[in-house]
């Protein structure tokens, strides 16, 4: 299924993040913290949002850093993905 944002928003897949600690502690799931790094998969056109002009700095295969809780996740074809707003974006990682 193709997913295609509107306005200001952008659909991103949290990256994995590493299950061993830095002291070589292996993690349990649930003490794991949520991933803040993911993929851009699809990004809206932009435009007039809230009566702003917002044009949009992402693109699609970029590696984003994002805010803790931002966006909303949704489950399509069996992938977790997340639609946050290009402003919870907060770095884009080269």
Do not use: C, W
């Not at 994995?16 to 292996?26: C, D, H, Q, V, W």
């Not at 295969?61 to 994002?66: A, D, H, L, S």
């Not at 949704?74 to 770095?91: P, T």
Request: proline share 3%.
């Amino acid at each position: 299924m193709n997913v295609k944002p509107l306005f200001d928003r952008v659909v991103i897949k949290n990256l994995e993040s590493e299950e061993m600690s830095k002291g070589g502690i292996i993690l349990a799931g649930s003490a794991k913290e949520k991933p803040q790094t993911a993929q851009v998969l699809a990004v809206g056109p932009g435009g007039v949002v809230d009566g702003k002009d917002v044009t949009m700095q992402v693109q699609v295969g970029q590696k984003v850093i994002y805010s803790k809780y931002a966006g909303t996740e949704v489950k399509i074809d069996g992938e977790e993905l997340i639609i946050v707003r290009q402003s919870d974006i907060l770095a884009i990682v080269e």
